[in-house]
């Protein structure tokens, strides 16, 4: 009996599923990977994309050093308007919005990088695995990887939130538990790519003379993923900005001192009548950051993929 | 059909049992209910062990999860900290979830398909265009973005236009409203709003999924041969094409219908509807955290539903495709 073959959704509120790649082709050679950065430099969203992506990152990370005021700064101006002196305006405790933004995009980026790095090595292992290794193990470790998506996402997080959000450097955790998640749609997607892999000429040619495991996983197949593990590292940024948001809105983020723009954008929601800036300023980086991880993602996914393009 | 469908379902029920006692671990490691008990310095010793034994803590956790299992193998969940039954507040919370989240996936899944199919024939069109900048939008929008410009933003101008309250943004109903007529219009004025946040994010979503399917399917030979042998464009695309995208879409709705039943906190949150998730919130933030009996019961059945609609997309997709027989 052929399993039915149900489209794989990733986690996530609404099922924002992010349309792999698919493997395939010989070994991505210095010549393929030229060729896909050549196609990646001409699409234009993506360029956009990782522009928009990089100044924010830059930003984040520089424009705290030299900006006038520290995040955690009060100052005698209470929510008061955007002006030279306050460009993002101020809230109601004196905060100045420009440094608050600032410090949370930085806090927002750094957690949904970690998760990224962290959930594409455990998916790309357990993947390469099960796929390598297939029979029990693939049995074994694939069951796991259902089991973890049973309850959604979001749901687990608040559960484990509980008690490891509270820890200082919450965001530290908070990235962790998200990646701890995150890893099962690559672990299929990298499983599906070793299997076909295993049976092709030249991974056998490579038993044949002798390679270890470990050179043959390392050196000839995981290449020959790097497509569709760079793509899903790149929707899982923002997948993980979203969740990371919900999760500092619902208040079991990202905790004080810290602050993410999540919990800014809740810190404001109850003014954004009366003060709106409280509320649009986190609220356009956020989207505008995931919007360029979104374009960028899907640049690489083209590609990556030219004969596959989502059209 | 029978063999698989009972095969299916015996695999889901070992699979919820599996889940069930890793949800309970997930649980216990989360905290330790009395902390803001143990705290307090005017609690004594005594009391707090009294405390831990009439809860059952100072019992194995093997011991533990088997007295839950028993007891919910019979439909009781145990009562909440504050002494009502958390089955029957369950059953209450979930219809409140389901006012807003089945209204969502229904116009959801017409607007997605509907979208979806116009991109596709018109693709690259200035329409197409139009529909794919809008979708990208929603789909890098947190859902409580969406909803904060809803209720701080549209609603306030709405409301102000008409001269009365016509959009609510708080709560799932006015208390105290009488007559079946006011009920309704009253539960229509405060679901419109969540309904339509949920609607935008997820419509985002899966009208690119219907998009891509159909220029899938309208790339086929079978298509162009259809076309060859000079059947209209609308039979090829509306018997021919149309029928056999929508499966995988159908399936995926299935899935995430599910998966938005258990998100739909982040929703409720921001129009404070009382609905399941508020329900696992307030178990998590209460005094008394966690909850146990109300979080692992909230778990297991968002995981049985979890999986039962993963059933379900199974038998739509061999209903709807011939070509995957279930033995």
């Known amino acids: 009996m052929p399993e039915p073959v149900t489209p794989v959704t990733a986690g996530g509120l609404a099922g924002r599923a992010p349309s792999g790649t698919t493997p395939g082709g010989p070994a991505a050679s210095r010549g393929q990977l030229r060729m896909a950065a050549g196609r990646f430099v001409r699409h234009k969203l993506a360029m956009t994309g990782l522009l928009v992506f990089v100044l924010l990152v830059l930003v984040s990370l ?33 905060h100045d919005m420009l440094a608050q933004v600032l410090e949370g995009t930085q806090t927002s980026l750094e957690v949904a990088l970690l998760v990224a790095a962290t959930s594409t090595a455990i998916g790309t292992l357990i993947g390469a695995l099960a796929g390598y290794y297939g029979g029990l193990a693939d049995q074994i470790l694939m069951r796991f990887t259902d089991l973890v998506l049973i309850v959604p996402v979001l749901a687990i997080l608040l559960v484990l939130s509980n008690r490891f959000a509270k820890e200082a450097d919450s965001s530290l955790y908070v990235g962790l538990m998200l990646a701890v998640l995150f890893w099962t749609y690559l672990a299929r997607l990298v499983r599906g790519t070793f299997m076909g892999l295993r049976e092709r000429e030249f991974i056998e040619a490579e038993h044949a003379i002798g390679a270890s495991t470990g050179r043959i996983i ?47 954008i809740a810190a404001g929601e109850g003014d954004a009548t009366s003060l709106p800036w409280l509320f649009y300023f986190p609220a356009a980086f956020l989207v505008l950051a995931i919007l360029a991880v979104n374009f960028i993602g899907d640049g ?3 590609a990556f993929n030219p004969t596959q393009r989502e059209h | ?84 039954p958390v ?17 969502a996936v229904i116009l959801s899944a017409i607007f997605a398909v509907l979208v979806g199919v116009v991109s596709a024939v018109h693709q690259y069109s200035v329409l197409d ?32 236009a008409v001269g009365h309250t016509i959009l609510y943004t708080i709560g799932q109903n006015t208390p105290g409203t009488t007559g079946t007529g006011a009920i309704m219009l009253d539960a229509a004025e405060h679901t419109v709003l969540p309904v339509l946040t949920l609607t ?7 009208s690119r999924y219907q998009r891509a399917q159909l220029l899938d399917v309208l790339n086929a030979d079978y298509i162009r041969l259809a076309r060859a042998k000079g059947l209209s464009p609308r039979r090829v695309l509306f018997v021919h094409a149309l029928r056999n995208a929508l499966i995988p879409v159908v399936t995926v709705i299935a899935i995430d219908f599910a998966v938005l039943l258990g998100g739909a906190v982040v929703t409720e949150t921001a129009f404070g509807w009382e609905g399941m998730g508020q329900f696992l919130l307030n178990g998590l933030e209460g005094p008394v955290s966690p909850d146990t009996n109300v979080v692992q019961a909230w778990m297991l059945v968002v995981a049985a539903i979890v999986i039962a609609f993963n059933i379900i997309a199974d038998i739509l997709y061999s209903l709807l495709d011939p070509r995957i027989r279930l033995a």
Request: aromatic share 8%; proline share 5%; glycine share 8%.
């Open chain 1, 62 to 94: 520089i424009g705290p050093v030299f900006w006038k005021y520290n995040y955690i700064a009060i100052t005698n101006q209470f929510g008061t308007g955007p002006s030279v002196q306050h460009p993002f305006g101020t809230d109601t405790i004196g």
């Open chain 2, 87 to 103: 089955g029957a507040e369950l059953g209450g919370r979930l219809l409140v979830t389901l006012q807003m989240v089945v209204p």
């Open chain 1, 300 to 302: 690489l996914r083209d």
């Open chain 2, 200 to 206: 935008l994010i997820t419509c985002a979503g899966w």
């Open chain 2, 1 to 84: 059909m029978t063999g698989f469908l009972i095969r299916r379902v015996l695999a889901g029920i070992v699979t919820l049992l599996v889940a069930s006692f890793l949800l309970f671990l997930l649980v216990a490691v989360s905290g330790d209910p009395l902390a803001t008990l143990m705290a307090n310095p005017n609690v004594s010793h005594a009391t707090i062990a009294a405390a831990r034994q009439e809860l059952g803590l100072n019992q194995p956790l093997l011991v533990r999860y088997w007295t839950w299992l028993t007891h919910v193998l019979t439909g009781n969940f145990g009562t909440s900290t504050t002494g009502q």
């Open chain 1, 218 to 264: 390392l050196r000839h197949m995981i290449p020959n993923a790097a497509g569709s593990i760079v793509v899903n590292a790149t929707l899982t940024v923002a997948n993980a900005m979203l969740t990371e948001a919900a999760l500092s809105y619902l208040g079991l983020g990202v905790q004080p001192p810290q602050v993410d723009l999540g919990a800014l």
């Open chain 2, 129 to 160: 265009h139009a529909l794919t900048a809008v979708a990208y939008l929603f789909y890098s929008t947190p859902v409580f973005v969406v909803a904060i410009m809803l209720k701080d933003f549209l609603a306030v101008d709405v409301n102000n």
